[in-house]
């Protein structure tokens, strides 16, 4: 089945340095729709980027990220990191082809941004 | 505004004990998810559903049960708690398969003891 590997379960950084969170994954399928999620302590997980068009970037908020289909990668970046990006960042893939709407998500990514 | 609500926000659990969580979303949407989180194990999908009086299973539907009355609600029950289902409870709403975003309530933090 699918899955989605976030290699860095903790990342620590100081303020204004930039910011690389790794996120790969596998499907059998040629298609794959890519999302970041934030997950702000006490609140909601709520979507940061989605893409599904290979070579890409996409934008928001300061964030952005490529899809590349030739590595199976959706590194999430921004140029520099703010106390306020503290999260719990999770990579997840959609299930192609069916009639879930499943994602699968990576094991996360914790942000801890440091003055 | 559109929203998913979840309760209880907390609760403790007897070993043994049946638990039901309930969701509620407002949005409309025709997909509902339950997903747990664990530390290390990111959000895994336990049931899900696409329309009312039907649930699937997802990747780790043991011990879980699913009900589906409405478009509305979504509940998840526990008939036989147990101690390793000490976690964090999510669910969640889509509009379609096709990619859309996930709206997650706030969480329910489930204790067994």
């Known amino acids: 089945g699918d899955s989605v590997t976030q290699k860095e379960g903790l990342v620590t950084l100081t303020e204004g340095l930039p910011v690389m969170l790794n996120c790969t994954y596998q499907t059998i399928y040629s298609n794959a729709f890519l999302f970041w999620y934030v997950h702000y302590l006490n609140e909601s997980p709520r979507l940061l980027l989605k893409?599904?068009?290979?070579?890409k970037r996409t934008e928001h908020q300061g964030f952005h990220a490529t899809l590349h289909k030739s590595s199976s990668s959706f590194h999430l970046q921004k140029s520099s990191a703010q106390l306020s990006d503290s999260a719990l960042y999770y990579c997840a893939l959609r299930e192609y082809n069916t009639n879930t709407g499943k994602l699968t998500f990576g094991d996360g990514t914790v942000l801890t941004v440091k003055p | 505004e559109a929203a998913v609500t979840q309760s209880p926000r907390s609760k403790v659990a007897v070993t043994g004990g049946k638990v039901t969580l309930s969701c509620h979303q407002t949005n409309n949407h025709d997909y509902m998810y339950w997903y747990r989180q664990d530390t290390g194990h990111g959000l895994r999908l336990i049931h899900y559903?696409?329309?009312?009086?039907?649930?699937e299973k997802g990747d780790i539907p043991d011990g879980y049960k699913a009900s589906r009355p409405s478009q509305e609600n979504f509940s998840l029950i526990l008939e036989l708690a147990s101690l390793s289902q000490t976690a964090v409870y999510f669910c969640?709403?889509?509009?379609?398969?096709?990619?859309?975003?996930?709206?997650f309530g706030s969480g329910t933090r489930l204790l067994v003891i």
């Open positions: 559903s696409y329309v009312a009086d039907s649930t």
């Open positions: 893409s599904s068009t290979d070579n």
């Open positions: 969640a709403s889509s509009r379609d398969r096709e990619g859309s975003d996930y709206t």
